[in-house]
């Protein structure tokens, strides 16, 4: 009777647990069991959903059980990133396996030294051409009917989320073997974790295996300063994303560029603005909270961004945005192609293309190869003036009122490109800046301040944190490791009861999965 009471108040508790997250996210269904077991193309198991907050703590009670049982513990992670994965694209997971497998093999052949170029050059026939097939096909297809005159109809094809981001850790792996940078892995097992992981495998960061592998057989030890920088990467990516990002988003800037000519020029740059600060939150957000979840695995990921809007050049930003990404295009692009070791003129090409690649990989848009010719066009301006012209080093930064100066142009540089990013097509473009240049109506905008007031707090908070020093983040990490576990649980319910003031009834997805 004792037994059956306690069961009865542990049923209890867990019920209402399940309810106020139910409340909270309005994301599933959790009275059905198959709403968290199967694939629901507008449910997918995101960081900032309910459905994860509970998934991640019964995934971590089997984790830390397997603490002590190496192969185990990687093939249990392994198998639940292949779950989280297929939450996202249904069996399309089994691409994941088929690339996993093809470039495991692959490598070690590279490795022996017969034929390594065929070898990688059948890597990149795989790896590449699933990722042509499933993204880039309908592209192609349409650029090429609509020059013969014809009138093409897309294909009806899914494009699996995270295809562009493994992908690129599987080429860099066989590459790296081929340069002889990188052993070659003696267990498919661990390659599976590598290239599977689930916190990067969705949108990132990109690893590789120089950084990763190293890691994967290492005893597992999570020390109270991991804990803490784990719980305090997830809850400045919660706050990015849930809270700045998703509220500026649905509460402003989707109604500018959804109908910018119903907006005076000076609120459709206000829009801009919101943009520019979204898709930081947004992208950033989803790094944070990854690295967050690494560490609280036991894994250290580099990070992927570095106050990037504080920027004073092109190039300065490409250092401090997406870096797993434009250091991926920087050693596997731009060097592949000769860099800067064939003279000025080469790599001025070679930077034009890299970029032009870069924006390429962001979507199967004419928009998107404008948006990476624009941004190879900058950084070489910003080469040759800086270092042609000026005789600057190359890793020189200005100081004082230029530095001022120059982070204000290169923030509005850089929300221009944005356009181009964020527009469905060209004509979008031309409106938002036909409307900021003809109609700009200036005295509108101290209404639209007061009637907006949240959105431009969130706004200006975002911006202002970017000029935080790096001391404040290591003052906050400290709190929470001496606090334990109990300090960071109030923090992360602190976070939760902020989201749940300004969240909508859907979860938001995060703007990189489409890419």
Known sequence: MEINNILSQIMATLKIFLQSIESYFSSLDFTKVTDILLYNPR???LFSSGAFLFIFLVFMVGYYCLRNKLDARLLFVTLFSYYF??????????????????????????????????????????????LAYFKYTNFFAGMVTQMIGGNFQPWDIFLPVG??????????????????KEQPMESLLDYAFYVS????????????????????????????????????????????????????????????FDNPTLFSGGEVLLGLYGYCIQIYCDFSGYSDMAIGIALLLGFKIPMNFNAPLTADSMTDFWRRWHISLSTWIRDYVYISLGGNRKGTLHMYFNQMVAMTACGLWHGASLNFVVW????????????????????????????????????????HVLCFTWLFFRCKDFDGVWVMLKQMFTKFNPTVLPNVLVGYKYVFLFMAFALLTHWIPDSWQNRCVRVLEKGGVVVSAIAITIVIFIIMQVKSSDIQPFIYFQF
């Open 197 to 256: 992981f689930f916190p990067t495998l969705l949108a990132g960061p990109i690893t590789r295996t120089t950084d990763f592998g190293p890691q994967i057989r290492k005893p597992l030890h999570i020390s109270r300063e991991m804990f803490a920088q784990g719980v305090f990467f997830i809850i400045i990516g919660l706050f990015k994303k849930a809270v700045i990002s998703d509220y500026i988003s649905q509460n402003f800037v989707d109604r500018i």
């Open 163 to 180: 295809i562009s981001f493994y992908t690129f850790k599987t080429i860099s792996y066989v590459v790296d073997v081929y340069r002889k």
């Open 372 to 411: 990476g010719v624009l941004h190879g066009a900058l950084v070489c301006l910003h080469k040759f003036w800086s270092q042609t012209v000026m005789k600057h080093d190359r890793r020189y930064h200005p100081s004082g009122i230029r530095r001022f100066f120059s982070v204000f142009i290169t923030f």
């Open 85 to 130: 994965f297929y939450k996202s694209s249904s069996f399309y997971f089994l691409l994941l396996i088929i690339v996993t497998v093809s470039d495991f093999y692959i490598a070690r052949r590279v490795a022996k030294g017969k034929h390594p170029k065929l070898w990688l050059a059948l890597t990149l026939f795989i790896d590449l051409g699933l």
């Open 43 to 45: 449910e997918p198991l």
